[in-house]
């Protein structure tokens, strides 16, 4: 039975249909077991060794253990002709992969000096922050700027956590950095 507008059938259905279909499979599965029965169970046959009256027991003995160790061996090599093929193509993989990151070096130069330089500014922060309650304000500074030291530390603040935030949002990604920056060299400078 289908329901409109709904793509799955109902599984209900009449008593006398769900006990046919119930009879339908007991009896099948009847039939399965009576001819199991009638074709018989056979067990594997045991190996008897070699009985001790036999003329040549050692001699049998030798060479079962011989072909039991070459088969090991067989095995042994197999494993290690194994294991050199998945080295070399992990060492293919890893020159691949080497190859990839070589074609677009400029971009995990350009990550690199980010993390740098975010570290960087992260660590001038908290410099200013330990130092800013050191900071009295100079009345002659605040004849020229016409602000206090203090207003215009905090505006600096402001800028720098502008350029965090672009950091770690990875909008810097594309900016090209200069050597010095690179080396760890003039982040001060470029900080404004």
């Not at 067989?74 to 890893?94: I, S, T, V, Y």
């Not at 605040?142 to 935030?165: C, H, M, N, W």
Request: proline content about 6%; overall charge positive.
């Amino acid at each position: 039975m289908r329901r409109p507008k709904l793509k799955k059938a109902s599984k209900r259905m009449t008593c006398h249909k769900r006990y046919k279909i119930q009879k339908k499979v007991r009896e099948h599965s009847r039939k399965l077991r009576k001819e199991a029965k009638k074709r018989g169970h056979k067990k594997p046959k045991k190996d008897p060794g070699i009985p001790n009256a036999a003329p040549f027991k050692e001699e049998v003995l030798r060479e079962a253990e011989q072909r039991k160790q070459r088969l090991e061996e067989l095995k042994q090599k197999q494993k290690l002709a194994r294991q050199k093929d998945l080295e070399k193509k992990r060492k293919l993989q890893a020159k691949k992969n080497a190859t990839e990151a070589n074609k677009h070096p400029e971009e995990k130069v350009c990550m690199c000096s980010i993390i740098l330089f975010s570290k960087r500014l992260v660590h001038l922060q908290r410099k200013r922050e330990t130092f800013h309650p050191l900071i009295r304000p100079n009345p002659a500074a605040f004849e020229v700027y016409g602000r206090t030291p203090i207003a215009f530390s905090l505006d600096q603040q402001k800028r720098l956590g502008v350029v965090i935030k672009l950091v770690r949002t990875w909008k810097l990604l594309c900016i090209p950095f200069n050597q010095s920056i690179y080396r760890g060299v003039g982040f001060t400078a470029n900080v404004k």
